[in-house]
């Protein structure tokens, strides 16, 4: 009787917090809801507009989330149940949302929609033999380098081949003058190594990503190639918050080659003097004998798992590809479409700042495709920097990164066994 | 009758406080229970997914955290602010308390008001403000040091001026609500004590020493307590103002418990942080309770 009576009081108290609990179901019934990020998701509802949708579609709202935000967002709105219809996926981050089945698989029917692609791109989407999202626009990361230094020390653009490359960056620096180098490669940041090993061709993980492959000699001569760049003097030995200003820096030549994205191309044309114009260029990655590789990115157009406009939600993605859409989305946005038609309408293959990218796209190798792999890529880039500082060698380095991606996996490896990972 | 009457009293009184009781349970002790489980878990991305993947790992959390060297890193970052902000915080709200209580001020009530403002004002809102106040090239601070012949600092930018840059916004925002406890505590100490010591030719620092602060002694040791507790969870003001960085210069260790459970979802090595920061702000109360014991404060 006393526990009843107390029982209904704790009850009573509750009361209030009711309404709270309704307002957990977000998902509306009534229309369709988009999630995108930063400059996408300010010019999607223009786009939206002028896709001409059948006029008993579903009404769409676009939710912006910011960048730095969007992938805590995604998990929390999985583990909340209170995921949109439709959302704009960092390419990097589709394995983990097909991982723990928080979206559907590119329907038989929209299979269209992954032709007139970069092939590396579709690829980075495939998992476990199916494509989990529709690729929306494209970026990779290559050279950007100092036209005028280069032409200095005789070349036309930076040679496509290591051996090569190396001695034209030597030249460049002694050209550069005392105290300056050739190649800014922040220790910092893992892009830059992954590339030059996706350039020398190591798979990465081996046994369908539940293993470390650092100490295939693939990635043991991408360590090496690295190192020699930082013991030659072409490299300083910095992270990148040691730089306070690149574009002041490049311009000034205390490096001539720098590894970046699209992005970049604006902050170059708005940052860099009216002078400096005409002293930059890209080139496509080096590589051991001929052009290199790099990490297909940008992001994709997925549709939620359980989502009740399953149909609707396709039919607005196709319309969000047509080359028209995709055109329209460019001038926007300014991002690099992913359908390659429309490169050539746009202009992008005759810009010779943007051509190389489409090259390099060409040339690009996926990232393996595990939910482990941001956290596998920053141990590496804390091992290769201390290898670069000499705590050491390049075998220890290799075996070192194996050590660590092998403890990182451990979980992946059991869920295998049990057969319960993609 | 009066036993009967006894458990009647004892039953109103269970009535009365169970609300608060209940909110308490639900919302603190069944957490804090459902953490402390989990960090002995590797719950993950995959046992989000499906709840059969999640696994008993016994001490493996906390052994793999004492082998990571970003989590001493921001265990040392969070034992700095600590070390360095306690008294700072704790020496300006004392000032600001004495300031706001002395005689010769006037229009004191709207002093009060505008030194307790920052408290109360949005914490994201006003780091907005002190972003472009510490801004490297036309913030204020560095036009004040500029006065004084100081070059600029890049506050937020530069691994070793973070640190301070933070530490004064948390003061700026913080030290209103102390010097509330503080002013209500100085309005306690009677004014002839004050006069006693002046008349026998006591001068400023010797009254605070010796008449002031031994009166205000378990108000000082009280927002001492307070001070440690919400250095030790500093995680908003790093957040907005500099994402644990340049350098993670920044990273409290809340603010890698939040990466660990929120970036990364594993929210087993999150729970295990949590409960180090537990044990850790209850070590420190301890001492300094026992340390106020020997002095006397209570």
Redesign the interface.
Known sequence: M?LT??QM??A???LPLLPALGACGARGQDGMTIWAMGNEAASLPALLGSVGRPADAPRVTVQPLPW?AA??KL??G??GGSLPTIGQVGNSWIA?MA????IAPVPASAQGLLEDQFAAVVETNRIAGRVWAVPWYVDTRLQFYRKDLFARAGYAAPPRDWTEWKRALHKVKAGAGEGNYAVLLPL?EYEQLSTIALSAGARLLRDNGARGAFSDPEFKAALGFYKSLFDEGLAPRI?S?QI?NVWNEFARGFFSVFLSGPWTIGDMKSRLAPDMQGNWGTAPNPGPSGTGSAAPGGSSLVVFAGTPHTDAAWDLIARLMTPAAQQEFHTLTGDLPARRSVWNEAGLAADPVIAPFATQLDHATALPKV?EWE?IVTEMQIVAERMVRGQYSIDDAAKEIDKRADRLLE?RR??LERG??L | MSADRRSGEARAGWVMSAPALAAIAIFFVVPAVASLFLSFTDFDIYALADIANLRFVGFQNYERLLGNPLFWKAMTNTLLFVVIGTPFVVALSLFAAMLVNSRWLQWRPLWRVALFAPYVTTLVATAVVWRYLLHTRYGLVNYLLSLFGIGPIDWLGSPTASLPAILLFVGWKTFGYNMIIFLAALQTVPRELDEAARIDGAGWWTRLRHVTLPAIAPTVLLVSVLTVAAMFQLFAEPYVMTQGGPAQSTVTILYFMYEEGFKWWNLGSGAAVAFLLFLCILAVTLIQLRLAKRGGAI
């Open positions: 006393d009576r107390r009081t704790g009573l108290a509750a730095t992938h805590e998990l929390t999985f583990a983990e991982a723990i089945g928080a910092n992270a918050t306070s939910p956290r979980k059991w869920m319960r990972a």
